[in-house]
């Protein structure tokens, strides 16, 4: 069976196995996403919302596709 590392916390785990590929765990993938947003928008990594989460992918995915608020 192919084994493969969390990229966050460098576990490895067994991919059919969990939901948050190609996270270990929702926590790992939130901490994944945090780093991410942290690199733009300096905010807390694991404490954001589902809510904020959200806003701010979108607000990444416009930066990303060349719009901007400012
Ligand atoms: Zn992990």
Redesign the pocket.
């Given at each position: 069976m192919r084994k493969t590392k969390?990229p966050?916390?460098k576990?490895q785990m067994i991919p059919h196995k969990q939901s948050y590929r190609p996270?270990?765990?929702e926590r790992?993938k939130e901490i994944d996403l945090g780093h991410w947003f942290m690199e733009d928008y300096s905010v807390p990594a694991v404490e954001i919302t589902t809510e904020e989460q959200e806003i701010l992918i979108s607000e990444i995915e416009k930066k990303g596709r060349g719009f901007s608020n400012d």
């Open positions: 969390c966050t916390c576990k996270f270990c765990s790992c």
